[in-house]
Nanobody, 124 residues
Framework: QVQMDESGGGLVQPGGSLELSCTIS????????MGWFRQAPGQEREGVAA???????TYADSVKGRFTISKDNSKDTLYLQMNSLKPTDTAMYYC??????????????????WGQGTQVTVSS
């Protein structure tokens, strides 16, 4: 059984930073591409960043230069470092696993394992 558990969300002021973590069990972590997604109330889930099994990364234009996705294969853990946070980054953030080692886009429907989410709120 695949289990994905996000942590690290919270309330932060504009311009601040947070690091999200996602621990994964039940699959061979280093064989899968992974991604981070977010969903604000009343909006569709959108892709934030993805990382291939070889470490290649993809980012949404809205977070380029501010967010960094990374992974630690020895810990089966995915990370999302978020800097220069804006109120528009407020959302529930989810980690997800793609059914293969390489992913070329951030389409949520292509990912087949999901965590429960962690809330990020950016507000003064």
């Amino acid at each position: 059984q695949v289990q994905m558990d996000e942590s690290g969300g919270g309330l932060v002021q504009p311009g601040g930073s947070l690091e999200l973590s996602c621990t994964i069990s039940g699959l061979t972590f280093d064989n899968y591409a992974m991604g981070w997604f977010r969903q604000a109330p009343g909006q569709e889930r959108e892709g934030v960043a993805a990382v291939d099994s070889d470490g290649s990364t993809t980012y949404a234009d809205s977070v380029k230069g501010r967010f960094t996705i990374s992974k630690d294969n020895s810990k089966d853990t995915l990370y999302l470092q978020m800097n220069s946070l804006k109120p528009t980054d407020t959302a529930m953030y989810y980690c997800a696993a793609y059914p293969g080692p390489v992913v070329s886009d951030l389409a949520a429907y292509e990912y087949n394992y999901w965590g429960q989410g962690t809330q990020v709120t950016v507000s003064s």
